[in-house]
């Protein structure tokens, strides 16, 4: 079969007109979901027009009734309440799990029908922006950031679902405009998930080579496979059919020797693991030599080694449900575009109060270190002094392991060289010694 590579502009209209069915409003065109409002009104006085021209008096357009009303259509006049919470910042880092559950309390006390989580984060780890692509992105992901993806899930999941005090449970809506990195897990647990025109949902990649330095061959491909299997586990609970093909993708977006392409059969998307027997070409073998991408279409995530989603790619295969630019539009498509009232809640002052702490956290780590450097140049050969700065040693060391403790989920630790939980079984032993040497101290006094 002649193969083409992602949408082909020639076949875009036959497409969306043949999942319209599979669909519903959610297949807007290419342009999002403003143009179906468009194509309603524009139905509208056409019938007029028609009814004008045979004679017979215009008639009203009557609503709808029960469970085959449009989804594009609002089904109650109840005025609905709209939760948005837009994902700030890094992935990991201001976005993690103290203030989503934070966030996740205020929803409860909120108790809206609708809630809305924007992702905005590209590639960024520790405090560090890095560019618009990230080779090291997929290593940083699967060994820092996939944990945070999980909890996540379960906090905007399971935790909701499981909350017997949280009487009505609010519909969850993913909005992708970029989910790079370790934010690309996350999307996939939404059942109802739209994309930004210009959206950008991977940009992961590099699995295969994970843990090249560690044990044998077999013992790293446990490793590998073990976090594969966490990630698409996470896809897995926004599988709207149960089919399990968000499986599919993740393999695709996070090892570059994976092929998939698909073919769409009666409008809807179909899946093969090689690169030739699908219509179109989402990734090749990207270890072997002539397929490997070049450096253009890597930065631009036009590669086929590593899947990198798009809008138009997300809504072809299903994955999106449509194309939103603006929170409106979302709205319209479910439904409750004529009244609703949105709101974010607490939702923007808990991440920045988080953001402020985590900076403040850094730069209170960074001063005990230059306290601790301080008294161990000062020296003191005197039993007093010598005392003294034990004792103060002892108190910048506990303070140290308070913020640590509190704030270890998104602080970076690269300044101490390694993890964290290493880092305070060393500050807790350094104490033990220092106490000791106090008692040897004052006994021989």
Same mark, same amino acid.
């Not at 992901?141 to 379960?154: C, G, I, K, P, V």
């Not at 992961?204 to 080579?209: A, I, Q, T, V």
């Not at 630019?325 to 002052?349: M, P, W």
């Given at each position: 079969m002649a193969q083409r590579e992602g949408t082909v502009q020639g076949t875009r209209q036959r497409v969306i007109g043949d999942q319209i069915g599979r669909a519903g409003p959610g297949l807007v065109g290419m342009r999002g979901l403003g143009g179906l409002r468009g194509l309603v009104g524009w139905i509208g006085w056409l019938m007029t027009a028609i009814a004008l021209t045979l004679g017979a008096p215009a008639a009203t357009a009557q609503p709808q009734q029960g469970p085959g009303a449009a989804a594009g259509q609002d089904q109650s006049e109840a005025k609905k309440v709209v939760y948005l919470v837009v994902f700030p910042g890094e992935f990991g880092r201001d976005v993690s799990r103290t203030p989503v559950a934070e966030v996740v309390e205020d929803i409860k006390k909120v108790q809206p029908d609708i809630v809305v989580v924007r992702f905005d984060q590209s590639f960024s780890f520790?405090?560090?922006?890095? %560019?618009?692509?990230?080779?090291?992105?997929?290593?940083?992901?699967?060994?820092?950031?996939?944990?945070?993806?999980?909890?996540?899930?379960?906090l905007l999941g399971? !935790?909701?679902?499981?909350?017997?005090?949280?009487?009505?449970?609010?519909?969850? #809506?993913?909005?992708?405009? +970029?989910a790079l990195g370790g934010a690309a897990f996350l999307p996939f647990m939404f059942k109802d998930l739209y994309y930004t025109s210009?959206?950008?949902?991977?940009?992961?990649?590099?699995?295969?080579?994970?843990?090249?330095?560690?044990?044998?061959?077999?013992?790293?491909? +446990?490793? !590998?496979?073990?976090?594969?299997?966490?990630? $698409?586990g996470i896809a897995n609970l926004g599988d709207p059919d149960g089919s399990q093909k968000r499986e599919l993708l993740i393999r695709a977006m996070s090892r570059a020797e994976t092929e998939l392409s698909y073919s769409l059969v009666d409008g809807k998307p179909v899946y093969y693991t090689d690169a030739t027997t699908g219509e179109f070409l989402l990734t090749n073998d990207g270890t072997e030599q002539q397929n490997i991408?070049?450096?253009?279409?890597?930065?631009?995530?036009?590669?086929?080694?590593?899947?990198?989603?798009?809008?138009?790619? %997300?809504? $072809?295969?299903?994955? %999106?449900?449509?194309? %939103?630019?603006? =929170?409106?539009? =979302?709205?319209?498509?479910?439904?409750?575009?004529?009244?609703?009232?949105?709101?974010?809640?607490?939702?923007?002052? =808990?991440? !920045?109060?988080? $953001?402020? @702490?985590?900076? +403040?956290? @850094?730069?209170?780590?960074?001063?005990?270190?230059? $306290? #601790?450097?301080e008294i161990q140049a000062g020296g003191g050969t005197q039993q007093q002094a010598a005392s003294e700065a034990r004792s103060r040693l002892i108190s910048i060391y506990t303070r140290a392991i308070r913020i640590i403790q509190r704030y270890k989920e998104s602080?970076?630790?690269?300044?101490?060289?390694?993890?964290?939980?290493?880092?305070?079984?060393?500050?807790?032993?350094?104490?033990?010694?220092?106490?000791?040497e106090i008692r040897n101290a004052n006994t021989q006094r």
């Open positions: 520790q405090g560090e922006s890095r %560019a618009d692509f990230d080779p090291n992105a997929g290593e940083v992901a699967f060994q820092q950031q996939l944990e945070t993806a999980r909890e996540l899930s379960t399971e !935790r909701i679902l499981q909350d017997k005090e949280w009487v009505k449970k609010p519909q969850m #809506v993913g909005w992708v405009d +970029k210009g959206a950008l949902h991977g940009g992961l990649g590099g699995l295969e080579s994970l843990f090249n330095n560690v044990g044998n061959g077999p013992a790293r491909e +446990k490793q !590998r496979s073990l976090r594969l299997a966490r990630a $698409q991408d070049t450096i253009e279409d890597v930065v631009r995530f036009r590669g086929k080694n590593v899947l990198t989603l798009n809008s138009e790619t %997300a809504f $072809q295969l299903g994955v %999106a449900r449509g194309i %939103a630019d603006n =929170i409106e539009d =979302i709205a319209f498509d479910l439904g409750v575009s004529r009244s609703y009232e949105l709101t974010r809640g607490q939702s923007q002052k =808990i991440f !920045r109060d988080w $953001q402020r @702490e985590i900076n +403040k956290a @850094e730069r209170d780590l960074q001063e005990l270190l230059r $306290q #601790v450097l602080i970076n630790p690269q300044p101490i060289g390694g993890d964290w939980e290493e880092f305070i079984n060393e500050l807790n032993i350094r104490i033990d010694n220092l106490r000791r």
